[in-house]
């Protein structure tokens, strides 16, 4: 009997967390983490490490190798009111799109002083227009640093750890004693290209004892990059999921990795993404046939996945397109169970919490 495919609206994605079960801080060591191996109903409660025990030599764990920049600014408008960045991406040398966090938004034209402003050994924001256009979310800055410093070069001189909302730092940093830690810990261990505003936390668990192990099963590994941007936690706020506006995200696939796919395909391997970001990036390419370009992606139950065999992810927000994305990808029944189990268990929730292992459900 066929019966047509159910429809999904916004509150089908939430759920109850306590609050004690979002992380604060990262687990000891990375790959002491819990893993809930959620491929079989019951599930079964693991440790990260033991990942590489569960995959059979041949697969090839795909990761996401960008690297967080100090993405978060601080400065005042001319009028002396206090203004926050978030740099979201940059477009050239020396201009960025950015969110701006600011009590009455200023006027394009108009010159934010960040870190203390040009004169006093931090830089100028000069507003040009909203972005991507005039009624977009987004902000395009041209920075003015001293002797043509570059963008990149601004923010890691001047910029913080942008850490997710639901984790508590102070502003200052210098007297906060975790933010030193956030420096090491909220990077992968894999990190290399900069441009992310947010970690691909499902890598975060990945040590240099994992990797051996894997390396040692005979389990292949390859990367990709997408430039993680902050929309990635804007909770949905449309109940009907197609009004949803998805962020735009930069990826690129190497040639390298293209072929390491593909041996894969040839030799009957899975291919293991890690991270809902890396999901994207192998979709995207998958769907349009571009190993690097802009992507917005938005997967939702129903999604037909051509790439991912499994997924290794962390635990997400209510109402989140994450959410929407490992439901689409696990089966919507299985994960909200495996979700009850996560919060029965207290397994610790979002970026510094702990990992399941998804198998993607084949309709």
Same mark, same amino acid.
């Given at each position: #009997? ?25 687990? +000891?060591?990375? /790959? %002491? ?53 978030? $740099? ?31 004169? &006093?050994?931090? *830089? ?7 972005? @991507? ?7 395009? *800055? ?12 601004? #923010? ?8 997710? @909302? ?7 940093? %210098?007297?906060?004693?975790? &933010? ?20 691909? !936390?499902? %890598? ?16 292949? !590994? ?10 990635? *936690?804007? @909770? ?16 690129? $696939? +190497?040639?390298?990795?293209? %072929? ?17 970001? =890396? ?15 802009? !992507? ?21 927000? @209510?109402? /989140? =397109? ?6 689409? *990808? ?5 994960? #909200? ?18 990992? #399941? ?5 084949? /309709?």
């Amino acid at each position: #009997m066929h019966h047509s495919p159910r429809t999904f609206t916004l509150s089908d994605f939430d759920f109850a967390l306590p609050e004690p079960l979002i992380a604060q801080h990262p687990a +000891p060591e990375r /790959s %002491a983490s819990r893993l809930l191996d959620g491929r079989a109903s019951p599930p079964s409660d693991r440790i990260f490490r033991e990942l590489p025990g569960l995959l059979t030599p041949g697969d090839l764990v795909v990761f996401n190798d960008t690297r967080v920049v100090k993405a978060r600014l601080f400065g005042e408008k001319a009028s002396g009111g206090k203004l926050e960045l978030l $740099i979201e991406r940059v477009l050239t040398g020396n201009e960025v799109v950015a969110h701006m966090k600011v009590s009455k938004k200023p006027l394009p034209g108009a010159t934010i002083h960040m870190a203390g402003g040009l004169a &006093a050994g931090g *830089f100028d924001a000069r507003l040009i227009a909203r972005w @991507p256009d005039d009624n977009g979310p987004l902000f395009r *800055f041209h920075l003015q640093g001293p002797a043509g410093a570059s963008a990149w070069e601004l #923010m890691e001189r001047h910029g913080h750890l942008p850490l997710p @909302p639901y984790i508590a730092r102070q502003q200052n940093a %210098a007297h906060d004693p975790d &933010a030193a830690g956030d420096a090491e810990r909220y990077q992968t261990v894999f990190a290399r290209a900069p441009g992310a505003v947010a970690a691909p !936390t499902a %890598a975060l668990h990945f040590d240099a004892a994992v990797l051996a192990d894997l390396a040692a099963r005979g389990v292949d !590994t390859a990367s990709v990059t997408l430039h993680v941007g902050a929309g990635t *936690f804007q @909770p949905v706020k449309t109940e009907n999921l197609a009004e949803h506006r998805m962020h735009s995200e930069w990826y690129d $696939i +190497p040639l390298e990795t293209l %072929a390491r796919l593909e041996r894969c395909r040839q030799r009957g391997g899975r291919v293991v993404a890690v991270g809902t970001t =890396t999901v994207r990036t192998l979709e995207s390419w998958a769907q349009s046939g571009r190993a690097t370009g802009d !992507t917005s992606i938005f997967i939702t139950p129903g999604f037909g996945f051509q790439v991912a065999d499994l997924l290794v992810t962390n635990f997400h927000l @209510p109402k /989140s =397109t994450l959410m929407m994305l490992v439901s689409a *990808f696990a089966g919507y029944e299985h994960v #909200m169970a495996l979700y009850r189990h996560a919060v029965a268990q207290r397994y610790r929730f979002f970026s510094y919490g702990d990992a #399941m292992l998804l198998e993607r459900q084949h /309709s």
